[in-house]
């Protein structure tokens, strides 16, 4: 599974959108990119993934560009409670589930 | 759909006894589930990944006579921490592929242990 890179930590004011990046230059054509976050002494919960495409749902959008070496996970309007580390895997489907450091992110009231 | 369950949330064993932990996929069958294990301030690392009918595969540095995982049924694998040490105190959480829907994988709420 393809490694990625993602910024330690961010800030994001309340009621703002939240933009976190996410590197996966080595990703192959057959992984999906998945999103998962956990809230402090919780575990993960799963946010949004895919493949190509752009995709979103009622927790956030994701945005791949073309290339697929990179993502974005937005978070539309922030609040407290999207405070977490947010986690950004690639990996083929049924594959083990590896987690990097992921970006804490802390919205500001 | 597609919740796991863990328990217990937390258990507080002494140094030298073992603790068992359950992890029951509710709403689906998971013939495949995977066990965490997070230190504070740290990612989640894999420790295992348990096989339904079969032997558990142990992620390298990860002593498969400490951590013992049984995974009986389609809906329930447990991970057992023998003669537990202090240093076993750490957050257990486990995960599910989840084949029903777009989820993927699925996380129990984790388990607390602490060995005094």
């Known amino acids: 599974d393809a490694k990625t890179t993602q910024p330690p930590s961010m800030d994001c004011a309340e009621g703002r959108a939240a933009n976190l990046p996410c590197n996966h230059s080595?990703?192959?054509?057959?992984?999906?990119v998945y999103w998962y976050r956990q809230i402090h002494s919780q575990g993960p919960q799963y946010i949004i993934h895919g493949l190509k495409n752009n995709e979103t749902n009622e927790m956030a959008s994701l945005i791949i560009t073309e290339d697929r070496k990179s993502s974005t996970l937005i978070l539309p309007h922030a609040t407290l409670r999207d405070t977490a580390v947010y986690y950004c895997i690639a990996l083929l489907t049924g594959n083990q589930f590896y987690f990097g450091t992921g970006t804490s992110l802390t919205v500001i009231p | 759909g597609a919740v796991v369950s863990q328990h217990p949330s937390w258990v507080i064993c002494k140094s030298g006894t073992s603790v068992k932990i359950e992890c029951r996929s509710l709403?689906?069958?998971?013939?495949?589930m995977f066990w965490y294990r997070q230190f504070p301030k740290q990612s989640l690392m894999l420790m295992a990944t348990s096989n339904e009918g079969s032997k558990a595969t142990y992620e390298q540095g990860v002593e498969k006579d400490k951590f013992l995982i049984n995974h009986a049924s389609l809906t329930l694998s447990t991970l057992t921490v023998t003669s537990a040490h202090p240093e076993d105190s750490s957050f257990y959480i486990c995960s599910a592929r989840y084949f029903g829907g777009s989820r993927g994988y699925t996380f129990g709420s984790g388990t607390r242990l602490t060995v005094v």
């Open positions: 080595t990703i192959s054509g057959n992984e999906y």
């Open positions: 709403d689906f069958q998971a013939t495949t």
